[in-house]
């Protein structure tokens, strides 16, 4: 490599920078969308286990006696 490579090296290392703070950032926006659907999720699935939890519950029934005659 001489002194004659270095624009083209200089510019090459601009492209690819450039090439991958673009993916970096287009990855940030998909990993912190990702983690807001996530979110969504788990609060969903948080309120329906308690909903499930609330049926789920034992209710206390009254016994009657039949006195029916046979």
């Known amino acids: 490599m001489d002194e004659q490579d270095i624009p083209y090296l200089l510019k090459a290392l601009q492209q690819k920078s450039t090439?991958?703070?673009?993916?970096?950032?287009?990855?940030?926006?998909k990993f912190q969308r990702q983690n807001d659907i996530i979110d969504v999720q788990n609060t969903s699935i948080r309120e329906l286990?308690?909903?499930?939890q609330n049926l789920s519950k034992p209710t206390r029934r009254k016994k009657t006696e039949?006195?029916?005659d046979f």
């Open 19 to 29: 090439e991958l703070f673009q993916v970096t950032i287009t990855y940030e926006a």
């Open 49 to 52: 286990n308690e909903q499930l």
């Open 66 to 68: 039949d006195s029916g």
